[in-house]
Structure formats: C-alpha cells, structure tokens
C-alpha cells in the first residue's frame, strides 16, 4: 500500500467516530503492514492490470512488439509475485487466461524522450459499482452532484470502503470514463488545479462521508478517503460524467525510463 493511503487511512482513523469504523481501519492498516513485511498482496484480489503509457514522442520502440512486451511485463510480474489470475478470454465463455493477461493499455503521446508506465492493477469489486450518465447541460453542477453522492449510495459496502472516487467530467461518453479513471492515480487527496472544482471535490467529500455506509459498509464517517475529479472541454450538447470507485487497495506505481 502506498504511504499516501497509509496516512489518509490514519488520518481517518483519527476523525472516525465509529467504534466498529475504527477497529475496521486499525485492521486494514495492519493487513498492510503484514502485507509489506511478508510481500504478500493487501487483497486476494490483485486486479486487472491497467497499464498507462505516456510515449514522449522523440522515443522510437525497437527489437519488438510494445504491446506484447507490456502484456509480458504482466505475465512474468503475475507469476513471479504469485498473485492471483482473474482475468478471463472472454466475457460469456469465461475461460482465464492463466497469467492475468492482457492488460488494459492506455496510450498518449507526449512530448519529448521518455517512457513513462503507470501501473494500476485495477480489483473487480469496486469496478463493477462504476457508472457513467450522459446529462443535459442545464441539470448542471446540483445534477452532477446529485449523481455522484447516489452512485456512491448505491455501491455501499460492495467496493470495500473507505474508497477514493474518482470522476471525469466532459469530453464524450469515453473520455469520461477515462478520465474517471485517471482521476484515481493521483496522490491521495491532491486538490484539482481549478478552484471552482477543487471546491466540487470537498462538498462531494463531504456529502459522500454523511452517507454513513462507513469502512466496510459497517457504518461510520470514513466512507471516502478522497474525491478526485477531472475535466475536460465537451460539446454544446453534452455534459458526460463517469465515477469510477476504487477501494482502498489503491494501488499504483510509476516508472520513467
Ligand atoms: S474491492 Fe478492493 S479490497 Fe475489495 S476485494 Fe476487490 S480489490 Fe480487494
């Protein structure tokens, strides 16, 4: 677990008034100081493996296939790590493919000579309480809140709170949820660099945390550790927003070569 979840989770435990809300957040601290001395996963769950890739445009790939070197960089990383294989071939036949491949890739090129991986192993329990809403520009910012605090109502103990939630406002029914997504690797409670949305990511911060659903759905004021949001310029006609929830295995490494 990274530190920037290790301290949002004691800072958290610390604001709790739940007795059964702290002795969750104790516990989950301490199945990742476990997790770190033992180098054993902090879930069963070691998720789909979401690589983001960002190709400074001066970079030329040689002596082989991109792709297949990041699904490789998976399979050997799933194996030597033993961490469990969740994904399957295909979604009616549900066959798995055995070594967590392939990953899901996103790819932007940047400007300059490097090669920066994010690597963000993504648990199914708190994917599948993601949503997405096309709205009509003049529900506005009370509609999108609304929407927010209901999807987050609605997931309740399923994505093993407390959660960050990540949303993605604008762009097109795609770009939203990406940006949802993306939402998620920032560092713990990073504020947006737009004030009027940083100021969305508090009061959607503190409406999710009077929901009550509280650390593993067992009540309590630590249902989020963060609210993220990112946006982006959308058509006169549209106003997409995504959530996408993570658990508080939130996990995420970088490298730039
Ligand atoms: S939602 Fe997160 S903590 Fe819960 S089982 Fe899935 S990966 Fe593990």
Excluded: W
Aim: net charge negative; aromatic share 6%; charged share 20%.
């Amino acid at each position: 677990m990274r530190q920037d979840m290790l301290d949002g989770l004691r800072r958290a435990y610390g604001k709790e008034s739940s007795l059964i809300g702290r002795d969750i957040i104790q516990q989950i601290i301490m199945n990742a100081d476990i997790a770190r001395a033992e180098q054993v996963p902090i879930c069963q769950d070691t998720g789909f493996a979401v690589v983001f890739v960002e190709l400074g445009q001066d970079v030329h790939i040689a002596g082989g296939d991109f792709y297949e070197a990041i699904n490789e960089g998976v399979r050997r990383g799933y194996a030597e790590g033993y961490l469990r294989s969740s994904i399957v071939s295909h979604p009616f036949f549900r066959k798995n493919t055995g070594d967590n491949t392939p990953a899901v890739i996103h790819t932007k090129i940047v400007s300059g000579d490097n090669l920066r991986l994010i690597v963000a192993p993504k648990g199914g329990g708190s994917e599948n309480m993601s949503a997405i809403k096309m709205f009509k520009p003049s529900e506005g910012i009370e509609g999108v809140k609304q929407f927010v605090v209901e999807v987050v109502r609605a997931a309740g103990p399923n994505p093993c709170p407390p959660v960050i939630v990540g949303v993605g406002i604008g762009g097109t029914f795609e770009k939203a949820a990406q940006l949802s997504k993306e939402a998620l690797l920032r560092n713990l409670g990073e504020r947006s660099k737009y004030q009027d949305i940083a100021q969305l990511e508090l009061e959607l911060f503190e409406e999710i945390n009077k929901l009550g659903i509280g650390p593993q759905g067992l009540g309590g004021r630590t249902t989020a550790l963060a609210v993220h949001v990112e946006i982006y310029a959308t058509h006169i006609a549209s106003l997409p927003v995504a959530v996408n929830i993570n658990c508080h295995a939130a996990r995420h490494q970088e490298t730039v070569l």
